[in-house]
């Protein structure tokens, strides 16, 4: 294997316990959108059916169709705003949708659409939703067409964010939503995402909560306190040289090294979601020793600046880790962000889940 991710189920099962502990009796839905943010969509939803979840949440109507067509049995929530022939299809799959205007209410109805129906209401995230004054609008006339409203809820745009002005506007959002919602008695209410879980566990609201991120062990751009880390990217060793002379390192030349010094060449570049942005900010594990990035990251390979006391006993084919929690939380780069990060990992990575140590299943792009 060239580069691969290694997910540690029993460590997703441990942050699940660890939310539900956070959150008391509340539904979990679980956030599984963007083939679960680069986990393996399926896989992963298989394992939280398995570990008591029952309701998923997905981006759009065809990730929705794939937990489906996977096997997954479970309500599917779609949280994107939809398209007319996205909400046909999602309904007629039995998913609930998402309504954030007036539109998508009336075309469902006049089209007499069996949809369950969740009202998203805008509370200060400034995407999608109804704006508080046609929140009330839209949850009468669900109630005057009979409607089926299985849920209300809405999104924290800043509560990741460690700021005191983030803070105001999240307390904000959670007392609007309280009002707005407050005797709407519906299946699912809920407003908290992973930063909502995490930093305002005090304020916590609603029957339901909607952990993405924190599931598999992050937040922001680093790993959350309490939680454990679920996925680690991997790489090997695929050259090494120590140089005579000042050596300058990759494209552009950016970077070099001395004399004397060791850089190593690994098999992962930002094809694979090493972005290229990280270049000389971030480090990697070799034998559990950190060893910086140096010169740009390139499409399929990247150098690393080797240690003295590594430059002799590393050999081609050994393991390097370029992404797990502490790394992550490690890179120096403003655009250091775990959702981007994960959700980027290429194609080419595969994906070992295990458990008990164990690898259990190991998903390849390349069918042979
Ligand atoms: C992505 C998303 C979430 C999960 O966000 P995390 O920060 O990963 O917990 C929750 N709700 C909505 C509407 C989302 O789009």
Known sequence: MRVWLEIDMDNLRY?????????????IIAIVKSNCYGLGAVEMAGKMSDFGVRTFAVANYEEGLELLQGGIRA????LG?????????????GFQVSCNTMDELRFIRENKLPAKVQLKVDTGMGRVGFTPGEFQRAWEYCRAEKIDVTGVYSHLS????PTEEARQHTLSQIALFNELTEGKDTRYRHIFNSGGIVRYREYITGNAVRPGICMYGMLGNEGVDGFKNVFSMKGRVIYKRTVSEKTYISYSRTAWIEPGETFATI????EDGLRRDFSNKMDVL????????????TMDMSMIKLPAELARTTAIGDEVTVYDEEL?????SLSAC???????IGRRVYRLYKSGGQVYKTLKWMKE
């Open 15 to 27: 942050n699940l316990e660890k939310i539900r502990e956070y959150c008391g009796d509340r539904e």
């Open 286 to 297: 070799v034998h559990g020793v950190k060893c910086p990035v140096i010169g740009n990251i």
């Open 267 to 270: 098999s992962v570049g930002y």
């Open 328 to 332: 992550i939380g490690g890179i120096k």
């Open 338 to 344: 775990s959702w981007e990060i994960m959700t980027g």
């Open 158 to 161: 800043s509560a990741d964010v």
């Open 75 to 78: 309500e599917i929530l779609v």
């Open 81 to 93: 705003a939809m398209f007319e022939e996205e909400i046909r299809a999602a309904v007629e799959k």
